[in-house]
């Protein structure tokens, strides 16, 4: 199993991120630079279940703007919630995504010191990891 937040930031496609769109992804780590950043962290979640492959994890997403451009950064994080939102059960890295949903709505969080506003949304997603030879609990 990935770091479901790195999963997640590879999903997101290049008409929200990448490319030409202005938007840089970063995992673990806001960076200073550039600007416009989503950054993906894993935040814990619920407590695993002892007897079942079934975690319930959350990663939030924080996402900040150019200097004073409040509505462009919550344009960004709400194109990034209806991205994730729904998804649909899959298969993702060897591990069966069973839903994503979002832990309230996306919030700000306020202005950086360069005047860039930030927004979070947080994320809960219901995994079923793949087996392996190390876990004690069983596959549903």
Do not use: H
Not at 6 to 31: A, D, E, F, Q, Y
Not at 46 to 64: E, F, G, K, S, Y
């Amino acid at each position: 199993m990935s770091s479901p937040a790195l999963t997640m930031s590879g999903m997101l496609p290049t008409s929200i991120v990448g490319g030409t769109t202005g938007w840089t992804v970063k995992v673990g780590k806001l960076v200073d630079n550039p600007a416009q950043v989503v950054c993906f962290y894993d935040t814990g979640g619920q407590n695993p279940n002892p007897a079942w492959l079934l975690d319930t994890v959350m990663v939030q997403v924080i996402t900040r703007a150019g200097p004073n451009s409040y509505n462009d950064g919550w344009n960004q994080a709400r194109k990034i919630r209806d991205f994730f939102l729904g998804f649909e059960s899959a298969d993702v890295g060897g591990d069966r995504w069973v839903s994503v949903i979002c832990q309230g709505d996306t919030g700000f969080i306020g202005y950086d010191d360069k005047e860039r506003p930030t927004f979070s949304t947080n994320f809960r997603i219901i995994i079923e990891p793949a087996t392996d030879s190390i876990t004690k609990r069983e596959p549903l």
